[in-house]
């Protein structure tokens, strides 16, 4: 579909739908291996997060700030994961690969929502672990509970603002054809290569955007591990030391994965001349780390495995009840762990 637009007159076809090419480019071995891929990633995030939400719900132990940041992101991740990968399977199962105006509407929106968000949220929860380390003593003060909601509400209501912006202002341009999008969503730089218009104003706002948004919650997060290692290197305990250590690295490996890639794709807007590249970066911050984050966060977490044991043994008794849960470790400054 491609029409030729008058930039001198309001008449032009407006396109209705868009084409979502996927990796239908690929060749079809590479579909093949894609497909179920895509499909085991998909169910693995929805249960490790479900998990994890279900156990900090139940368990009382787990009723603290960390868990409830965290029970947020993982609500954030089946989110997030949710408005790409259902579509990108759709565009290997049929010929017809398209998204509707207003669902492609819906999705930057939804998409840009969440990124936003899980910027403010990972800053959250870097600071609820430099609180926790850093100053232990006054870490339930410092982090009440009126202290932690007001947090997350500031970081969802933030994210929908600067989304409902950044999306109006993409969909307000002219879309005549042609109206294939070379990716697997509705991502913002390939949208304003479609739009048949200057889009340069555009291209600035997003970077400004991104330039805001993307560093200066990374700068916090750097700060407040910072913080932490210099902490940790103060632990007495050679054992204590290196199982703080690690876990906090872990947590920073995945932070810096979601800022850096989606910092290269939005503070440098226009897309590169290999299209197969962008879409590969960005399954990195949109695929990638809603799957690593319920690894990284908890899964591995002694207070999690604890509270998963303890609802086992208690509602569905796969566990002997006669089996101990393992102690709960405490050598992060007796405070949660990281």
């Not at 202290?147 to 341009?173: D, K, Y």
């Amino acid at each position: 579909m491609r029409a030729v637009y008058d930039k001198t007159s309001a008449n032009y076809s407006h396109v209705e739908e868009f084409i979502l090419l996927g990796f239908s480019n690929f060749s079809v071995k590479i579909q093949l291996f894609l497909f179920p891929l895509f499909i085991l990633i998909y169910v693995f995030t929805i249960l490790g997060n479900l998990t994890i939400i279900t156990v900090a719900t139940l368990d009382s132990v787990l009723h603290t700030p960390m868990y409830y940041f965290l029970r947020n992101l993982s609500f954030l991740e089946i989110c997030y994961i949710s408005v790409t990968v259902p579509k990108l399977l759709q565009t290997f199962m049929v010929k017809k690969k398209s998204i509707p105006f207003y669902g492609c509407w819906a999705q930057t929106y939804c998409f840009f929502t969440l990124g936003m968000t899980e910027c403010f949220l990972l800053s959250v929860m870097a600071f609820d672990r430099y609180v926790a380390i850093c100053n232990p003593l006054r870490y339930f003060s410092v982090m009440s509970k009126t202290t932690c909601l007001n947090m997350v509400v500031v970081s969802w209501v933030t994210g929908n603002l600067i989304s409902l912006g950044q999306t109006a202002s993409i969909f307000t341009l002219p879309f005549c054809g042609p109206n294939v999008i070379n990716h697997f969503f509705c991502d913002i730089p390939p949208l304003l290569k479609l739009a048949c218009t200057d889009v340069r104003a555009n291209q600035i706002s997003v970077s400004i955007t991104g330039i805001l948004v993307l560093p200066i919650p990374f700068v916090l997060v750097l700060y407040s591990y910072g913080q932490i290692i210099a902490s940790i290197m103060r632990i007495s305990s050679s054992t204590g030391r290196k199982k703080v250590f690690s876990t906090c690295v872990s947590h920073f490996v995945s932070v810096s994965l979601f800022f850096g890639t989606g910092g290269f794709t939005y503070v440098k807007v226009k897309t590169s001349d290999t299209p197969d590249n962008d879409k590969i970066l960005s399954l990195l911050y949109s695929v990638v780390t809603p799957l690593l984050n319920p690894l990284i966060y908890s899964l591995r977490n002694q207070d999690v495995k604890g509270g998963l044991k303890k609802i086992l043994n208690k509602k569905v008794g796969i566990t002997k009840s006669s089996s101990k849960a393992n102690p709960r470790d405490n050598n992060s400054l007796n405070h949660p762990q990281t």
